[in-house]
């Protein structure tokens, strides 16, 4: 997964919750949580990452998705 905006790949494996007309992929393990899902309908999706590393930390973002 390559975010254009901020130019970056995330290559961490993502287990694949649910797939039809959304795409819901997560991975989890002692200290994060990371989720994506996809709206193929609208090539709309969403990522987040909830973690804990001795700071209060997480992200969220939205975007369009580009099919490559």
């Known amino acids: 997964m390559y975010d254009h905006e901020i130019k970056v790949t995330y290559s961490e494996k993502l287990d694949i919750i649910l ?38 930390h997480g992200q969220y973002g939205t975007g369009e998705c580009i099919l490559q």
């Open 19 to 56: 797939e039809n007309s959304q795409l819901v992929a997560m991975y989890s393990d002692s200290s994060k949580i990371k989720t994506l899902v996809i709206d193929r309908l609208n090539s709309y999706g969403t990522y987040s990452i909830s973690y804990t590393d001795g700071y209060a």
